[in-house]
Antibody, heavy 122, light 108 residues
């Protein structure tokens, strides 16, 4: 059974940093890209970032480019999202999702974690 | 980026009725790379449909997808009580991947 478990969310002040972790199980981890998708309170879904199965390619939404860094440790079946210079409009539930193939392009998210809430407020 | 517009915003129907949800793209979606997700309150999204018309693993056959170019449709043939939820379309043929704003299917 595919499982994705996010952790690391919490309350952080504007301008602060936070690192989210996604621990995966139930599939051959390095065979699949992984994405982060966020959802602001009461709002829709926004794709944030993705990383290929090998970790060699990374992708970012313009809204987070230069502030967020995605990485993965295939020996630990884990993906990370390092978030710097956080703003109030980054407040959201962040979901980790398995992509349908090893690359990012032309693939969709087929399994999702339950999400972790990030609140940016003073 | 491709903007997806879903309509209607809210669909009020009774169990057993047919639901038709629309997703319109601001430009043609490459090779029908369009997916549909269902989300219930407090839960993660769940993949229903990929590649415009392919049901994901374990998805009931009352869910079907169709369309091409800029116009796509999710149809629920007979609504079950567990189908009342929010539905999102997403295109993944062009970067960045984008979602529609969602359609809420509520009990009438």
């Amino acid at each position: 059974e595919v499982q994705l478990l996010e952790s690391g969310g919490g309350l952080v002040q504007p301008g602060g940093s936070l690192t989210l972790t996604c621990a995966a199980s139930g599939f051959t981890f390095n065979h699949y890209a992984v994405s982060w998708v966020r959802q602001a309170p009461g709002k829709g879904l926004e794709w944030v970032s993705a990383i290929s199965g090998s970790g060699g390619s990374t992708y970012y939404a313009d809204s987070v480019k230069g502030r967020f860094t995605i990485s993965r440790d295939n020996s630990k079946n884990t993906v990370y999202l390092q978030m710097n210079s956080l703003r109030a409009d980054d407040t959201a539930v962040f979901y980790c999702a398995k992509d349908s193939s090893v690359g990012f392009r032309l693939n969709y998210c087929d399994y999702w974690g339950q999400g972790t809430l990030v609140t940016v407020s003073s | 980026e491709i903007v997806l517009t879903q309509s209607p915003g809210t669909l009020s129907l009774s169990p057993g009725e047919r639901a038709t949800l629309s997703c319109r793209a601001s430009q043609s979606v490459t090779s029908r790379y369009l997916a549909w997700f269902q989300q219930k309150p407090g839960q993660a999204p769940r993949l229903l449909i990929y590649g415009t018309s392919n049901r994901a693993t374990g998805i009931a056959d009352r869910f079907s997808g169709s369309g091409s170019g800029t116009d796509f449709t999710l149809t629920i043939s007979r609504l079950e009580p567990e189908d009342f939820a929010m539905y999102y379309c997403q295109q993944y043929g062009s970067s960045p991947r984008t979602f529609g704003q969602g359609t809420k299917v509520e009990i009438k």
